[in-house]
């Protein structure tokens, strides 16, 4: 083995368990150090760890990529899925409009405007792109 390769054996011991992610434990562990890293570097390109910042974020994505996938929904699915959670109807989203503008756009007869959307993101403190 040459000196090269066992430096980075050495090395390695140390490295990789901050890059491995293999189960719910590693990944919980890799998210914490990952907001840590975040913290600390933000978007500083300069800063001696943003490639680890880089690397373990990607590692992350892959993850729960892999074992969260997002599934794909309308924003009219996101409402419903949202007025059920909150134990809310037609008529307590006033912000949207009357309960029967609420009922058409809940049954695909209209489609959320801008405006209805900037609202019900601020009403249920989500980004207005999960109705879009």
Request: net charge negative.
């Amino acid at each position: 083995m040459t000196l090269v390769n066992e430096e980075l054996q050495v090395h390695w011991i140390n490295i990789a368990p901050l890059l491995i992610i293999r189960n719910e434990r590693e990944y919980n562990a890799a998210v914490k150090r990952l907001n840590e890293l975040l913290d600390e570097i933000g978007d500083n390109e300069k800063h001696p760890l943003y490639s680890l910042l880089d690397t373990l974020g990607t590692l992350v994505y892959a993850y729960e990529e892999e074992h969260y996938p997002i599934p794909d929904v309308t924003g009219v699915e996101v409402l419903r899925f949202l007025m059920d959670e909150h134990g809310l109807t037609q008529s307590d989203l006033p912000e949207v409009g009357s309960q029967g503008v609420v009922s058409e756009i809940l049954n695909n007869k209209r489609e959320l405007n801008v405006r209805q959307v900037r609202l019900l993101a601020q009403k249920f403190k989500v980004s207005s792109a999960v109705f879009v």
